[in-house]
C-alpha cells in the first residue's frame, strides 16, 4: 500500500466542526471536536478513494500543503479553518478469493452491502479494515 497524505480544511460548525477536501470537491466530514473531525476525515477519505478504485475511476494527485485554492474555493473565506493533511493508505491491485460463508450470513453481508450502495467485496474488504483497526 502506498500512503498518500490529502490536505483538507476543517470549519467551525454548528455542532463541532465540518471537513472538506479542495482536491475532491463533494467529499465531505464532521466531527464534534477537532480529534474527532479529524479522525473521521480520514475514514471518510479512505471509503472516498476506495470507491473511486473500485469504480475504475482516476485518484487525483494530493495537492501540496501550500497549493494555490482551487477556483471552487478561491472566492471562500476560510480565515476561521485550520488546514491538515490527512493520510490514506491506497489500496494496491484488488485479488479474487474464494471464501466459504454460512448461507445466511452472506444473505445479510448483501443486504447490509446494498443498503450501503457498495459492492459485497467493498463491504468485506471495509469489515475487515475495521476488524483489524
Given at each position: 500500500?502506498?500512503t498518500?497524505h ?9 455542532d463541532?466542526?465540518?471537513v472538506?477536501?479542495p482536491d475532491l470537491p ?6 464534534k471536536?477537532?480529534d ?8 471518510a477519505?479512505a471509503?472516498h ?8 475511476g482516476?485518484i487525483?494527485d494530493?495537492?501540496p500543503?501550500d497549493?494555490?485554492?482551487?477556483d471552487?474555493?478561491a472566492?471562500?473565506?476560510l ?6 493533511l490527512v ?6 491491485k ?12 452472506l ?5 447490509a452491502?446494498?443498503?450501503?450502495g457498495?459492492?459485497?467485496s ?6 475487515a479494515r475495521?476488524?483489524m483497526?
Amino acid at each position: 500500500m502506498a500512503t498518500r497524505h490529502y490536505v483538507a480544511f476543517i470549519e467551525p460548525a454548528q455542532d463541532g466542526h465540518g471537513v472538506f477536501f479542495p482536491d475532491l470537491p463533494g467529499l465531505t466530514s464532521a466531527g464534534k471536536t477537532l480529534d474527532d473531525a479529524v479522525r473521521n476525515a480520514a475514514e471518510a477519505l479512505a471509503g472516498h478513494l476506495g470507491l473511486m478504485i473500485e469504480e475504475g475511476g482516476a485518484i487525483p494527485d494530493p495537492s501540496p500543503m501550500d497549493a494555490p485554492l482551487p477556483d471552487w474555493l478561491a472566492d471562500e473565506d476560510l480565515s476561521d479553518c485550520v488546514r491538515v493533511l490527512v493520510p490514506v493508505d491506497l489500496p494496491s491491485k484488488a485479488v479474487q478469493v474464494s471464501v466459504l460463508l454460512e448461507e445466511g450470513l452472506l444473505a445479510r453481508i448483501d443486504n447490509a452491502a446494498t443498503a450501503r450502495g457498495v459492492s459485497r467485496s467493498a463491504f468485506l474488504a471495509d469489515a475487515a479494515r475495521r476488524a483489524m483497526g
